[in-house]
């Protein structure tokens, strides 16, 4: 069946680093723009970035530009996360999920905490 | 880029209808065709119930409709059911190539 699988979340300080990864499986990985959307505790959905089947569209939120890369390996099925600079307000639910314009598919999700 | 306004509850009775708004602009949910509507469970993750503006996905009920006027989108959801409690989240493309989305609903069924 079509699943994602989020992983790489946990604690980090402020200023530290964090990637997260995602596996795709059951449907033709390389066919599919991804996205990346967050969940703050208590908070309703951000959009965080997406990234087109040949990784050559990229578009990030202004909250985390030039913070945060995405990037894909379809040899993989993977969908990445680097994330630098982390702040406070980052802290969140993180998403991995399929399309563009649409979310149809979405992963359970990986938890990322920054704090000292 | 703003979050598009959605209220923060809306309740009804099993049986009735209710509307969820989400209001945007020219540059987002009024410009574009790639409106979709989110139900999220506690704990759980979203699950698209309506993309572009109207349309539902395969084993989505058609208690679900969307709709949209102007810079206004709507979801209706008819003959609630106690299941359907949940937040409800609309996002739409934008002119910026980003994606932007409502801060959330909260549904009771009272």
């Known amino acids: 069946q079509v699943q994602l699988v989020e992983s790489g979340g946990g604690l980090v300080k402020p200023g530290g680093s964090l990637r997260l990864s995602c596996a795709a499986s059951g449907f033709t990985f390389s066919d599919y723009y991804m996205s990346w959307i967050r969940q703050a505790p208590g908070k309703g959905l951000e959009w965080v970035s997406y990234?087109?089947?040949?990784?050559?569209?990229?578009y990030y939120a202004d909250s985390v530009k030039g913070r945060f890369t995405i990037s894909r390996d379809n040899a993989k099925n993977s969908l990445y996360l680097q994330m630098n600079s982390l702040r406070a307000e980052d802290t969140a639910v993180y998403y991995c999920?399929?399309?563009?314009?649409?979310?149809?598919?979405w992963g359970q999700g990986t938890t990322v905490t920054v704090s000292s | 880029q703003s979050a598009l306004t959605q209220p923060a509850s809306v309740s009804g009775s099993p049986g009735q209808s209710i509307t969820i708004s989400c209001t945007g602009t020219?540059?987002?949910?009024?410009?574009?065709?790639?409106v979709s509507w989110y139900q999220q469970h506690p704990g759980k993750a979203p699950k698209l119930m309506i993309y572009?503006?109207?349309n539902r996905p395969s084993g989505v009920p058609d208690r679900f409709s969307g709709s949209k006027s102007g810079n206004t989108a709507s979801l209706t959801i008819s003959g609630l059911q106690a299941e359907d409690e949940a937040d409800y989240y609309c996002s739409s493309y934008t002119s910026s190539s980003t994606r932007v989305f409502g801060g959330g609903t909260k549904v009771t069924v009272l």
């Open positions: 020219s540059s987002d949910v009024g410009g574009y065709k790639y």
């Open positions: 572009e503006v109207s």
């Open positions: 990234i087109s089947s040949g990784d050559t569209t990229i």
């Open positions: 999920a399929r399309g563009r314009f649409t979310s149809g598919v």
